[in-house]
């Protein structure tokens, strides 16, 4: 496996794994992967690997973070809701493209991160909660769009509720870290229509009633 050193050679490997879409493509070039990974990392920032971001957790692969972008179909009137703000990586791709970014973290110090780069890189329709976000967002419901970046368990009800018809949301599920697959929802009139995009890993979605 070569190493990718630059946004330019990180876009070939996306557009090389199939991501078609250019404006996923160019708003994954125009930001900054290193000022989300921790200063030890910095020079790995444009691999399209995962890395890791503290508290166990990670940040996405990049091939990872188009597909997911890709399928929410996105554009400028979009108000979408993420659960699992991590690096805030992915939250401030959404935010480049949508008209608003409702973005949820459990991890109080991982989120405080976040917010310092979405500062830094001017991004102001992020609005960002701490908390569990399994129950979604209610004062804010309904959204356009819903990702979940941590793998549940089945699609989640609750935040199906939160969807608006004609909606999407994308989520991994799966209990196992070697059968997640990624799914998309389109919530429909009375009725949801699911999509298999493969195979996935990521963190499990936590729920802080079940958390020690
Ligand atoms: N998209 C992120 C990846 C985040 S990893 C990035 O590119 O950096 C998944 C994140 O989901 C972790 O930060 C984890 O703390 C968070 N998470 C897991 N369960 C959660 C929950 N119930 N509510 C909110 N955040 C949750």
Known sequence: MSGVLDADTLKNALIGDGITDETVLDTIHAIP????VP??????AYENSPLPIGLHQTISQPTVVAMMTQAL????????????????YQTAILA???????TIERHKPLLSEAEERFRTLGLNNIVTRYGDGS???KEQAPFSRIIVTAAAIDVPHVLLEQLDVGGIMVVPVGLEERTQHLLRVRKL???IETEDLGLVRFVPLVSDEEAG
């Open 33 to 36: 992967r290193e000022l989300f």
């Open 189 to 191: 009139e009375d009725d």
């Open 39 to 44: 200063a030890a990392f910095r020079e790995r």
């Open 96 to 102: 480049k493209i949508c008209r608003r970014v409702y």
């Open 135 to 137: 129950m979604g967002w």
């Open 73 to 88: 179909e996105l554009n400028d009137r979009v108000k979408i809701l993420e659960i699992g703000t991590g690096s805030g």
